[in-house]
């Protein structure tokens, strides 16, 4: 066996891939193998200078980066990477000249440092940074370990931060090793802990945020002059450093620095800047930290304001005067209060804020009115997301499910206010839009419910989508999958959600068949009537898709507290650990399943994944006359810390009632997993066994939370299939 096929089985269960026996025939069958055996496409970006576009495609575990040029934009293969290793692939950029490409490799670090090494290397596994020229030809190359780069604009240099300190990288620099072990000095030393930089449009300068504890300032690294300045210092905090296109100006959010209740509150608890504890407080320094009896409480004392009572405003600075000026505050009521980061757009600085139900994004003129509204850009009945700007940062290209509430299309909008215009429209799913510099077209994922995540062209002025990459593998089911339909429901306490549902093609009449309800995690997800836009989302999908074509009548539930819906549905009350309120979505999809006339409601089974996980075991652990049978992979099952039964968080946990789960369980788990404890699963076993309840179980060492080694897929959703069959198909 190799490596990266080591797995542990607590009972005996056959997981190799055993013929199933053929229950329907009428419809042609698929295998689990064929129908994750197209790649698709995880990240895409375009050069801002010229028609370049370069993505990352993703086949069976094997990750790669993909580019292609106008006017034909022929796909050119820029790296081979062959092994389906679990090394992971991030952080896709492109300069400006569209001539070099770079990503990270490796996954991120555990609470303990370590990075993730699904398949168990000896040696452990590495995180680093890559560079790739367009042109092809030449292999890749690892310039640095590390993560999160920031590309020049002329593609010569890399910036990266670590411990509070800026390391600037040559893009051509070859290396194996950590900065310290290649010499490499910070780019600058200043006092305080540096992050969120920017490069300026011609990559002579820097702006950066300079956390000092109890205030922040913007600086400028001058690239050329190797001198810092600051913009604007004084004792409020600075934060979202943002570039106009010419780089002569430079926009920021200013809110007020620490009150001497917030300081006082805020020290002893680390160190967070060279040469302070806590905040504010010089090491030595005496600081009573305990909960005062007696707070002073005069203006000033507690809360910080402006003198004008404003807390949030925008400022603009002239560089070359040194001149700053405020341009917007929040209005009094605070509606806008709670804006962490803007972009200079055109004339205007746009940010993303959830009110009035929706996630839109939002217009402030530069030069205008301090005390404007800002203009909702986006607007509509759907949430706006996965935005891309017009070279002249004029128009934002955005994604949104208006009007088409289980789907994503391409909008276009005036960043300074204006009408929006509808691109793409119909049956496909249309993300992640980048702009192409001649502005004619737009490159975005693209996909459909029977088509995996692909590259495509769009006309800026609307039309369909043009598919260029990648092709479709011999031997992909794309005729005989279904395409899913949307059911509404209504849960017992009235709240309506939204599913979608597959059918077989070949259901007789009267015929009942099993069925299966699948939970996306997060939970702030939303599956979409077609593949998902996220990784495993994409696969479940997929899945979904087998065991329809296997003969299971399959739904897949949009549960309240998920995204797509609007603010009231994702903040529904009484949800999670304070009542798991959308355990109700859950039981009132699987009764509509045993009340369909193709189901038989005695074979109903359910599946999912972290948050999934959680509503299988509850499903199981509740209403297990309602679920024959679950697979629950990653899932949490105790909420919280406490044992005790008057506790609320343990009585929203699938373990209150573990005296009535009576149907069996696969679980599946990674013990490297950075999102839910595998403590969950271990403890959950150990109540399986007391009670003898039929469990099988899977675990993979040194695996994460969406497992990285596409085999481990492959070995859990054929065991999956297999346990379900058993408990299901063939009851």
């Given at each position: 066996?190799?490596?990266?096929?080591?797995?542990?089985?607590?009972?005996?269960?056959?997981?190799?891939?055993?013929?199933?026996?053929?229950?329907?025939?009428?419809?042609?069958?698929?295998?689990?193998e064929?129908?994750?055996?197209a790649?698709?496409?995880?990240?895409?970006?375009?050069?801002?200078?010229?028609?370049?576009?370069?993505?990352?495609?993703?086949?069976?575990?094997?990750?790669?980066?993909?580019?292609?040029?106008?006017?034909d934009?022929?796909?050119?293969?820029?790296?081979?990477?062959?092994?389906?290793?679990?090394?992971?692939?991030?952080?896709?950029?492109?300069?400006?000249?569209?001539?070099?490409?770079?990503?990270?490799?490796?996954?991120?670090?555990?609470?303990?440092?370590?990075?993730?090494?699904?398949?168990?290397?000896?040696?452990?596994?590495?995180r680093?940074?890559?560079?790739?020229k367009?042109?092809?030809g030449a292999?890749?190359?690892?310039?640095?370990?590390?993560?999160?780069?920031?590309?020049?604009?002329?593609?010569?240099?890399?910036l990266?931060q670590?411990?509070?300190?800026?390391?600037?990288?040559?893009?051509?620099?070859?290396?194996?090793?950590?900065?310290?072990?290649c010499?490499?000095?910070?780019?600058?030393?200043?006092?305080?802990?540096?992050?969120?930089?920017?490069?300026?449009?011609?990559?002579t300068?820097?702006?950066?945020?300079?956390?000092?504890?109890?205030?922040?300032?913007?600086?400028?690294?001058?690239?050329?002059?190797?001198?810092?300045?600051?913009?604007?210092?004084?004792?409020?905090?600075?934060?979202?450093?943002?570039?106009?296109?010419d780089?002569?100006?430079?926009?920021?959010?200013?809110?007020?620095?620490?009150?001497?209740?917030?300081?006082?509150?805020?020290?002893?608890?680390?160190?967070?800047?060279?040469?302070?504890?806590?905040?504010?407080f010089?090491?030595?320094?005496?600081?009573?930290?305990?909960?005062?009896?007696?707070?002073?409480?005069?203006?000033?004392?507690?809360?910080?304001?402006?003198?004008?009572?404003?807390?949030?405003?925008?400022?603009v600075?002239?560089?070359?005067?040194?001149?700053?000026h405020?341009?917007?505050?929040n209005p009094?009521?605070?509606?806008?209060?709670?804006?962490?980061?803007?972009?200079?757009?055109?004339?205007?600085v746009?940010?993303q804020?959830?009110?009035?139900?929706?996630?839109?994004?939002?217009s402030?003129?530069?030069?205008?009115?301090?005390?404007?509204?800002?203009?909702?850009?986006?607007p509509?009945?759907?949430?706006?997301?996965?935005?891309?700007?017009?070279?002249?940062?004029?128009y934002?290209?955005?994604?949104?499910?208006?009007?088409?509430?289980?789907?994503?299309?391409?909008?276009?909008?005036?960043?300074?206010?204006?009408?929006?215009?509808?691109?793409?429209?119909?049956?496909?799913?249309?993300?992640?839009?980048?702009?192409?510099?001649?502005?004619?077209?737009?490159?975005?994922?693209?996909s459909?419910?029977k088509?995996?995540?692909?590259?495509?062209?769009?006309?800026?002025?609307?039309?369909?989508?043009?598919?260029?990459a990648?092709?479709v593998?011999?031997?992909f089911?794309?005729e005989?999958?279904?395409?899913?339909?949307?059911?509404?429901?209504?849960?017992?306490?009235?709240?309506?959600?939204?599913?979608?549902?597959?059918?077989?093609?070949?259901?007789?009449?009267?015929?009942?068949?099993?069925?299966?309800?699948?939970?996306?995690?997060g939970?702030?997800?939303q599956?979409?009537?077609?593949?998902?836009?996220?990784?495993?989302?994409?696969?479940?999908?997929?899945?979904?898709?087998?065991?329809?074509?296997?003969?299971?009548?399959?739904m897949?539930?949009?549960?309240?507290?998920?995204?797509?819906?609007?603010?009231?549905?994702?903040?529904?009350?009484?949800?999670g650990?304070?009542?798991?309120?959308?355990?109700?979505?859950?039981l009132?999809?699987?009764?509509y399943?045993?009340?369909?006339?193709?189901?038989?409601?005695?074979?109903?089974?359910?599946w999912?994944?972290?948050?999934?996980?959680?509503?299988?075991?509850m499903?199981?652990?509740?209403?297990?006359?309602?679920?024959?049978?679950?697979?629950?992979?990653?899932?949490?099952?105790?909420?919280?810390?406490?044992?005790?039964p008057?506790?609320?968080?343990?009585?929203?946990?699938?373990?209150?009632?573990?005296?009535?789960?009576?149907?069996?369980?696969?679980?599946?788990?990674?013990?490297?997993d950075?999102?839910?404890?595998?403590?969950?699963t271990?403890?959950?076993v150990q109540?399986?066994?007391?009670?003898?309840?039929?469990?099988?179980?899977?675990?993979?060492?040194?695996?994460?939370?969406?497992?990285?080694?596409?085999?481990?897929?492959?070995?859990?959703?054929n065991?999956?299939?297999?346990?379900?069959?058993?408990?299901?198909?063939?009851?």
């Amino acid at each position: 066996m190799s490596r990266k096929n080591r797995f542990w089985i607590d009972v005996t269960v056959v997981l190799f891939f055993i013929p199933l026996v053929s229950v329907v025939s009428a419809q042609e069958k698929f295998t689990i193998e064929q129908i994750l055996s197209a790649p698709f496409v995880t990240e895409l970006v375009s050069a801002k200078d010229v028609d370049r576009i370069a993505w990352m495609e993703f086949q069976m575990g094997r990750r790669n980066v993909f580019t292609a040029a106008g006017p034909d934009f022929k796909p050119t293969r820029l790296t081979y990477w062959y092994e389906d290793d679990g090394t992971d692939m991030s952080s896709l950029r492109i300069s400006d000249d569209g001539v070099v490409v770079v990503f990270v490799r490796g996954h991120t670090p555990n609470r303990d440092g370590w990075i993730a090494n699904p398949s168990s290397f000896p040696e452990g596994a590495d995180r680093a940074i890559w560079a790739v020229k367009t042109g092809g030809g030449a292999p890749p190359w690892r310039v640095i370990e590390g993560s999160g780069p920031m590309l020049s604009p002329n593609g010569k240099w890399i910036l990266v931060q670590d411990g509070g300190e800026i390391y600037e990288v040559p893009v051509e620099f070859r290396s194996s090793g950590t900065f310290a072990k290649c010499g490499l000095k910070p780019l600058f030393r200043t006092h305080g802990s540096n992050s969120n930089y920017r490069w300026s449009p011609d990559s002579t300068k820097i702006a950066f945020v300079s956390n000092r504890d109890d205030h922040s300032f913007i600086g400028i690294y001058d690239h050329e002059t190797r001198k810092i300045s600051y913009v604007a210092p004084g004792v409020d905090r600075d934060t979202s450093c943002s570039w106009s296109d010419d780089g002569k100006r430079i926009a920021f959010i200013r809110r007020p620095g620490s009150t001497f209740s917030q300081i006082i509150s805020s020290a002893g608890q680390g160190t967070t800047g060279r040469g302070t504890t806590g905040r504010g407080f010089r090491i030595g320094q005496t600081v009573t930290t305990r909960t005062q009896t007696q707070m002073v409480s005069g203006p000033g004392f507690r809360q910080a304001r402006f003198k004008d009572g404003h807390t949030l405003t925008f400022w603009v600075a002239d560089l070359e005067t040194g001149k700053a000026h405020k341009f917007w505050h929040n209005p009094e009521d605070r509606t806008f209060g709670n804006i962490r980061s803007f972009e200079w757009a055109g004339d205007s600085v746009i940010f993303q804020l959830e009110r009035n139900n929706w996630r839109h994004y939002y217009s402030v003129q530069i030069d205008g009115d301090p005390d404007a509204i800002p203009v909702d850009i986006t607007p509509g009945e759907g949430l706006a997301e996965f935005t891309g700007l017009s070279k002249d940062g004029m128009y934002l290209y955005y994604c949104t499910n208006v009007g088409d509430i289980d789907r994503r299309h391409l909008w276009k909008t005036p960043t300074s206010g204006g009408r929006s215009v509808q691109l793409t429209k119909g049956d496909g799913i249309e993300t992640s839009p980048a702009a192409l510099a001649s502005g004619d077209k737009m490159a975005v994922i693209y996909s459909d419910a029977k088509r995996q995540l692909s590259v495509a062209l769009v006309d800026a002025e609307g039309g369909e989508a043009e598919i260029i990459a990648p092709k479709v593998p011999p031997g992909f089911p794309l005729e005989e999958q279904v395409v899913p339909e949307n059911v509404m429901l209504t849960a017992e306490d009235g709240l309506q959600f939204n599913n979608q549902v597959f059918v077989p093609k070949d259901i007789g009449r009267g015929e009942r068949r099993p069925a299966l309800l699948f939970m996306h995690g997060g939970p702030m997800r939303q599956m979409l009537l077609g593949y998902h836009y996220m990784y495993f989302y994409n696969m479940a999908y997929a899945i979904n898709q087998y065991f329809c074509n296997r003969g299971y009548v399959v739904m897949s539930v949009n549960y309240r507290t998920g995204i797509g819906y609007g603010q009231k549905f994702r903040n529904a009350p009484n949800c999670g650990a304070r009542g798991s309120a959308e355990y109700q979505d859950i039981l009132a999809a699987g009764k509509y399943l045993q009340s369909r006339p193709d189901v038989d409601p005695e074979r109903v089974g359910l599946w999912g994944l972290s948050y999934g996980g959680i509503l299988t075991a509850m499903g199981l652990s509740r209403n297990s006359e309602v679920f024959a049978a679950g697979v629950d992979i990653a899932g949490v099952h105790l909420r919280g810390s406490s044992l005790d039964p008057e506790n609320l968080s343990f009585q929203s946990s699938a373990v209150a009632t573990i005296d009535n789960w009576t149907s069996p369980v696969l679980l599946v788990h990674g013990d490297d997993d950075r999102n839910v404890n595998f403590s969950q699963t271990t403890g959950l076993v150990q109540l399986l066994r007391a009670r003898d309840i039929h469990y099988e179980l899977i675990v993979f060492p040194d695996e994460v939370h969406d497992f990285l080694v596409f085999d481990k897929w492959l070995i859990t959703f054929n065991a999956a299939d297999d346990f379900f069959r058993r408990f299901l198909m063939e009851k």
